[in-house]
């Protein structure tokens, strides 16, 4: 709120100036306002129309909308701009993803991946991004070189770690799941999946008590997580 009223002021002194819009469109996405940012996001790429930043924020904002036509068109934008722009790519493999596109979301994944390496940019998202489209695609085997680099670049990552202790789990190695699950909870205790996870492994060596008390915490979270929704 204070943010808002510093850009009111803002606004009547520099009508015109795109970062302000952009600035705005930041804001209301807090407010889940997502006309409104639509709204500030096309002002100030009409103010500034060579800024890739401005469509791959519009990309992002129509992919949570599941307006995936919207988005692949607001990231191609972007790569007009900015052809070799590793976040864009990034997102335009997530959004084919939802369009059940495999082929182009792992060719989006892996060019994400591929420019991340040749900018020296330490980002775990495509890698585990990528990680687990190969998991579903072809193997649990196939995401692992990409969950271990993601974990080198960030060892508490959760969702890193999440990955590889479905990775090891459907591998049978459930010792090694289970140190990966407990580390997920350890770096994020609302992580409820990981609870379930954790919990049925116990629940099959036999570990009835402490599974009770993880699957019990598990159906809080996703409860919580239900009545948060609109």
Do not use: C
């Not at 015109?16 to 952009?22: L, P, S």
């Not at 800024?51 to 972007?78: C, H, V």
């Not at 060019?111 to 390496?117: G, I, P, Q």
């Amino acid at each position: 709120k204070d943010s808002m009223l510093l850009l009111s002021k803002a606004y009547k002194q520099a009508p015109g100036d795109w970062r302000i819009h952009q600035l705005f469109a930041l804001n209301y996405i807090t407010f889940n306002m997502n006309e409104a940012v639509e709204a500030e996001l096309k002002k100030a790429i009409a103010l500034n129309p060579t800024n890739a930043e401005l469509e791959y924020q519009l990309g992002r904002l129509y992919f949570t909308l599941n307006w995936f036509d919207k988005s692949i068109a607001a990231m191609k934008r972007a790569l007009a701009i900015t052809p070799d722009y590793p976040e864009v790519y990034d997102s335009l493999g997530l959004t084919y993803e939802g369009l059940q596109d495999e082929k182009q979301a792992e060719e989006s994944f892996a060019k994400a991946v591929e420019l991340d390496r040749k900018q020296g940019i330490k980002d775990p998202w495509p890698l585990i991004n990528y990680a687990e489209l190969l998991f579903y695609q072809e193997s649990p085997q196939a995401s692992l070189p990409l969950l271990e680099h993601a974990l080198e670049i960030n060892p508490r990552s959760p969702d890193a770690n999440y990955q590889m202790g479905r990775v090891m789990r459907a591998m049978h190695r459930n010792p090694e799941a289970e140190k990966y699950f407990e580390k997920t909870i350890e770096v994020d205790p609302s992580f409820a999946n990981a609870y379930y996870q954790l919990g049925t492994l116990l629940q099959k060596r036999g570990d009835n008590a402490r599974a009770a008390v993880l699957l019990d915490r598990f159906k809080v979270l996703t409860e919580k997580t239900t009545k948060a929704s609109p």
